[in-house]
């Protein structure tokens, strides 16, 4: 990753982190820079500074808490998924700087993407990078993207890359990213997800993802949405769990969230073969079948 990197001594704590994102969301507290735990002013462009973390261990009990939730099997190697929980606390320290140009609340996450080396055992530690970069146009406002690394002993074994969206007065002429193509509707569905109202709140638990609008019916409708909203990567980890048995020890898994899955809900899965690729969806269980989710499964680059 270009530009320079901030190690930390540790992972920041997440506590404090929303504390200051919502002081962020509140308007005139950038007059405030100087008071502890206030946001200073905002700034105009991404930091061009990453942060990291080394040595991340993974604790058994949580990994194994984070398993149930998304329905993936507790092993000796940890789930793809599992470096962006890890990661998350870098995330959120990086977003919520008063010098960030966005507020962290009300950012939505469009796509993700995981490209898993090799399979990273359950006791390895991992020297965790974030960094964001591409600030861009788009359809809705403006975007750009979150990358974060893992390395094992100097060894690249994970990557991601996540977009995300700042909504605001956007450019027409901006080409949204392409995501992956779903599944024929010819394609049978092979799951069907019945969600409990409390998922978003399970989920961050497990995660401390606590974006509000996944918690709590007022919270949601105060950022515009009816009720609340799954967590994007609850989807993903989800849709991988239902994947077991194909899932190949290195490889790329792409995702594109194309609508919001409104909890409590019912969600079907599909999957079919497309050459070396796997295609997949996660679709509403009405006769519309409105498209949640389209993820592709390959070969990594």
Not at 104 to 127: A, F
Not at 167 to 194: C, H, L, T
Request: aromatic share 6%.
């Amino acid at each position: 990753m270009p530009g320079g990197v901030r190690t930390l001594d540790r992972m920041p704590s997440l506590l404090p982190l929303y504390g200051r994102a919502g002081l962020a969301a509140v308007p005139g507290t950038g007059l405030l820079g100087r008071l502890p735990l206030v946001p200073g002013p905002r700034g105009r462009e991404l930091p061009p500074e990453g942060l990291s973390v080394a040595g991340v261990a993974t604790d058994a009990s949580a990994l194994a808490a984070y398993c149930r939730a998304c329905g993936l099997t507790l092993r000796n190697e940890i789930p793809a998924t599992w470096p962006h929980v890890l990661s998350f606390p870098l995330q959120m320290a990086l977003m919520s700087a008063g010098s960030f140009p966005f507020p962290l609340i009300g950012l939505v996450h469009l796509d993700n993407e995981i490209v898993q080396r090799r399979p990273v055992g359950l006791g390895e530690r991992l020297d965790l990078e974030v960094r964001a970069t591409g600030l861009r146009p788009h359809p809705k406002g403006r975007a750009f993207s979150l990358l974060v690394r893992a390395r094992v002993g100097g060894e690249d074994v994970w990557e991601e890359r996540g977009t995300i969206l700042h909504r605001g007065a956007g450019d027409p002429g901006a080409e949204p990213e392409a995501g992956p193509d779903p599944p024929g509707d010819d394609v049978p569905d092979s799951a069907e997800w019945r969600l409990p109202g409390d998922l978003g709140r399970r989920y961050a638990a497990v995660s401390g993802d606590r974006n509000p609008i996944h918690l709590h019916p007022l919270a949601a409708r105060a950022l515009g949405f009816p009720r609340p909203i799954a967590h994007g990567m609850w989807t993903k980890a989800r849709a991988l769990a239902q994947l077991e048995g194909r899932i190949p020890s290195a490889f790329r898994v792409a995702v594109s969230f194309r609508r919001p899955v409104l909890l409590p809900g019912t969600v079907r899965f599909a999957a079919s073969a497309r050459g070396r690729d796997l295609a997949f969806a996660v679709r509403g269980s009405g006769r519309e079948r409105p498209l949640h989710l389209a993820g592709e499964l390959s070969p990594p680059a």
